[in-house]
């Protein structure tokens, strides 16, 4: 269970889930299912914040997922004597799309990544690489750009990544 994996949530973290999915969706998501904030909070969004909270955590279980953590030190590995992510993109990404052109993202806002990865994006530094677990897999992410042209003024982030897929949560 969630709460044996030491998978909790805080009110905050549900009420910014909350938050997050409004501007996402750009209309109220309680209104829009036919329930009070309360009660989205409580039948819904608890039980998705939950999973995505578990799919991270076997993401970022090393013991579980040994192949993508390998893989992972290795790019590091290449990272640090110099080796550009756009070079290792196209050998060790496993998102297809961007791999081809080296890991290129292109301009990315709040709708366009998960919550988790840009709330991580939005704290790093340009430049600089910068490994991200989410509920999909391993990111090794580099912003190139940041400009205020998101929804509602929101950040946008010129992103090139390697993504490394790690396994399905059960």
């Given at each position: 269970?969630?709460?044996?994996?030491?998978?909790?949530?805080s009110?905050k973290?549900?009420?910014?889930?909350?938050?997050a999915?409004?501007?996402?969706?750009s209309?109220?998501?309680a209104?829009?299912?036919?329930?009070?904030?309360k009660?989205?909070?409580?039948?819904?969004?608890?039980?998705d914040l939950?999973?995505?909270?578990?799919?991270?955590w076997?993401a970022s279980?090393?013991?579980?997922?040994?192949?993508?953590?390998?893989?992972?030190?290795?790019?590091?590995?290449?990272?640090?004597?110099?080796?550009?992510?756009?070079d290792?993109?196209?050998?060790?990404?496993?998102?297809?799309?961007?791999?081809?052109?080296?890991?290129?993202?292109?301009?990315?806002?709040?709708?366009d990544?998960?919550?988790?990865l840009?709330q991580?994006?939005a704290?790093?530094?340009?430049?600089?690489?910068?490994?991200?677990?989410?509920?999909?897999?391993?990111?090794?992410?580099q912003?190139?750009g940041?400009?205020n042209?998101g929804?509602?003024?929101?950040g946008?982030?010129?992103?090139r990544?390697?993504f490394?897929?790690?396994?399905d949560?059960p």
């Amino acid at each position: 269970t969630a709460h044996n994996k030491q998978v909790d949530l805080s009110q905050k973290e549900i009420d910014d889930g909350y938050t997050a999915l409004k501007k996402t969706v750009s209309a109220d998501p309680a209104v829009a299912a036919g329930f009070s904030e309360k009660e989205f909070k409580k039948e819904i969004l608890i039980s998705d914040l939950t999973k995505v909270k578990l799919e991270i955590w076997f993401a970022s279980n090393k013991k579980l997922n040994p192949n993508p953590y390998k893989k992972l030190d290795l790019v590091e590995s290449k990272i640090k004597v110099g080796v550009a992510i756009s070079d290792l993109a196209e050998t060790y990404s496993e998102d297809a799309m961007s791999a081809q052109i080296g890991g290129e993202m292109g301009d990315l806002s709040n709708k366009d990544l998960t919550s988790e990865l840009y709330q991580a994006v939005a704290q790093i530094k340009d430049g600089e690489a910068y490994v991200i677990v989410t509920r999909f897999g391993i990111h090794v992410i580099q912003v190139h750009g940041r400009y205020n042209k998101g929804p509602n003024d929101s950040g946008r982030y010129n992103i090139r990544q390697i993504f490394i897929r790690a396994g399905d949560y059960p």
